[in-house]
């Protein structure tokens, strides 16, 4: 069983896992894991590499299914959503910002101005092609991107780890920003600084292989 | 009078009709083969051996089997397309293994593009609907439509594998997965329709083709031989554009879940 922690006033649950397993190719890669992410706040799933983080991510907005186990999603299992409602108001980012093909007002959409306001970007890049951004503008444009469908929940898989130090703390910066804005903020994080920065830390550990 | 119908009386330009002593005779090409493989110590003896013993018992078989379906057996027509699509279907699952279900992919696509192509020559009668004209051009759909779904089938697959972060980032966006994989199934059914129309584009140019060559050798007038060769240039590419899209449907619903994710062998292993 792995370890998840968090405090005790956390008040309305958004997620929860409850003994959620997968397996990979090569042996569990999350084994009986059972968490909740609370409604409010930043929480931040920290472990090192191979412990499952990625997936944990991947289960929340179903780019993965559980082998075993649920996930709830405000008390429902997340298959019982329609999954592109779902992924609208799951919206996940991940480590390497992806970028589509046009400006970053194609990629963006929306009320483009007020959205790259609102993630620090110069709304002058609007007309910039997206392929043309260093690597934390085309981040802070992926978080616009998914701001601009309103969503419940922002589910990012480690967003600072191809960035610069300058650009870390920008983005954690705007991170804390958008969870004191009211989203729910869930980030996986193998740097455990990222811990200071939570209202919530749910540990997870490795799977240890049993001794025959 | 269909145009196929019409040149079906002209007389050969060959010295007669060809005897098993003229292709006795013409084994003198392969040994010449042979001799230069040999010689040049390319080691290809072995395999034209074994090619021009397969050819020779292949297509005596088959000649056998039309001229048994001409005489009377049209019944057995179905048959033997059946037959050239299961043949087919089994050489483009293996082209594309790595595709679920890449065998039943190949059976739907090559039979809808040959009886859709088949069935819009036969209404508009361009083509007779005896066996005599159907088998043939079956077989020239079926083999244009094998080669578009095997291109199909594993050029998506591929673009799926290499531009999955691309299209996961579409799928958390809320898009579904026909919509997520758009631009690279446009992308599949431009590489599976692509050699059908650089083909009809240089047609005659690099070298007359075989229809025409055929016909002309068997005594046609050369234009009449063009007219036949047009409707066959024209029903490959509506045969490969049939079987492009019916295949890039087909493969797009086997690469991803019902609900809208990537099958686990094309997702990222975290």
């Known amino acids: 069983m792995e370890r998840a922690e968090q405090g005790p006033e956390a008040g309305p649950i958004r997620f929860e896992y409850r003994d959620v397993c997968v397996h990979g190719d090569h042996g569990p890669i999350i084994d009986h894991f059972s968490a909740v992410v609370p409604a409010k706040g930043l929480t931040v799933i920290v472990g090192s590499s191979g412990a499952g983080k990625t997936t944990l991510v991947r289960l929340l907005n179903r780019l993965d299914d559980p082998d075993g186990g649920t996930v709830l999603f405000e008390g429902r299992d997340v298959r019982d959503y329609d999954v592109l409602e779902l992924r609208r108001r799951v919206q ?18 929306g009320e483009t101005a007020d959205l790259l306001t609102r993630v620090g970007l110069d709304p002058m890049l609007a007309d910039r092609e997206a392929d043309r951004l260093s690597v934390g503008e085309a981040q802070r444009m992926a978080l616009a991107r998914s701001l601009a469908l309103s969503p419940d929940v922002l589910a990012l898989d480690e967003p600072t780890s191809a960035l610069d130090m300058a650009n870390k703390t920008g983005i954690e910066r705007l991170i804390r920003e958008l969870a004191d804005s009211g989203l729910t903020v869930v980030m996986v994080s193998h740097d ?16 240890k292989k049993e001794e025959p | ?57 292949q297509l005596i078989a088959v000649g056998y089997v039309l001229a048994y379906i001409f005489e009377d057996h049209g019944w057995l027509t179905i048959l033997a397309l059946a037959v050239m699509v299961g043949a087919a279907s089994v050489t483009s699952r293996n082209r594309a293994r790595r595709v679920p279900r890449s065998g039943i992919i ?16 036969a209404i508009l009668h361009i083509v007779p609907t005896s066996p005599r004209a159907i088998i043939p051009l079956g077989s020239m759909i079926i083999s244009g439509a094998m080669v578009t779904c095997s291109l199909v ?47 009809t584009k240089v047609v005659g140019l690099v070298a007359l083709p075989g229809t025409m060559t ?14 036949v060769q047009l409707v066959v240039m024209y029903m490959l590419l509506g045969g490969t554009a049939f079987a492009a899209l019916v295949a890039a449907q087909l493969t797009e619903r086997q690469l991803f879940t019902k609900s809208h994710q990537l099958i686990k062998s094309l997702r990222r292993v975290p």
């Open chain 1, 92 to 109: 996940s980012v991940g480590q390497v910002p992806v970028t589509f093909p046009g400006s970053v007002a194609d990629n963006v959409g």
């Open chain 1, 192 to 207: 455990p600084r990222h811990a200071d920065l939570a209202d919530y830390v749910i540990e997870v550990q490795p799977h």
């Open chain 2, 1 to 57: 009078m269909t145009p196929i119908a019409a040149i079906s009386g002209g007389s050969s330009v060959l010295s007669g009709p060809v005897t098993y002593g003229d292709v006795v005779l013409s084994l003198f090409l392969v040994a010449v083969a042979i001799g230069i493989s040999a010689w040049q110590r390319v080691g290809l003896e072995g395999d034209l051996l074994v090619a021009t013993a397969r050819s020779f018992v």
């Open chain 2, 153 to 199: 089938m594993t050029r998506l697959h591929d673009d799926l594998a290499s531009n999955r972060r691309e299209i996961e980032a579409r799928l958390c966006l809320g898009q579904s997965s026909r919509q997520a994989s758009l631009p690279w199934l446009r992308t599949a059914v431009r590489a599976g329709m692509l050699p059908s129309v650089d083909s």
């Open chain 2, 214 to 227: 055929g016909l002309i050798l068997a005594g046609a007038s050369p234009l009449s031989a063009v007219r």
């Open chain 2, 106 to 121: 190949a059976v739907i696509t090559i039979a809808i593009a040959t009886a859709a192509t088949l069935g819009v020559l």
